[in-house]
């Protein structure tokens, strides 16, 4: 199982983009999934986050501005950044666990990060 993040990119203050990650493997279901993001030097933190359920988290600073929804046909979920501030420029991870087959407890899995850069 592979989860693969892509959408990363420049953008001026107050622009938008839009992040996407899709699981890869046989026989899988997202439990839950969740958007990270880390600046150099510090720890990563939980930007936004879905349950299987529908229930969402956000972190304070974002709340407003990102949306995180997700297609489980597609596998894939994706963070809608609107109203972007040079304080959102990091490396955004996708964050997912996975039911395997029929598994009963969903691994972890992590994608590769995505610059994200807010700046004039």
């Known amino acids: 199982v592979q989860l693969q993040a892509s959408g990363g990119g420049l953008v001026q203050p107050g622009g938008s983009l839009r992040l996407s990650c899709t699981a890869s493997g046989d026989d899988i279901s997202i439990n839950g999934a969740g958007w990270y993001r880390q600046v150099p030097g510090g720890q990563r933190e939980l930007v936004a986050s879905e349950r299987r359920n529908g229930i969402v988290y956000y972190e304070e600073s974002v709340k407003g501005r990102f949306t995180i929804s997700r297609d489980d046909g597609q596998n894939t979920f994706y963070l809608q950044m609107n109203n972007l501030k040079p304080e959102d420029t990091a490396v955004y991870y996708c964050?997912?666990?996975?039911?395997?087959?029929?598994?009963?407890?969903?691994?972890?899995?992590w994608g590769q990060g995505t610059q994200v850069t807010v700046s004039s």
């Open positions: 964050h997912a666990d996975i039911f395997i087959g029929r598994s009963s407890y969903p691994p972890d899995f």
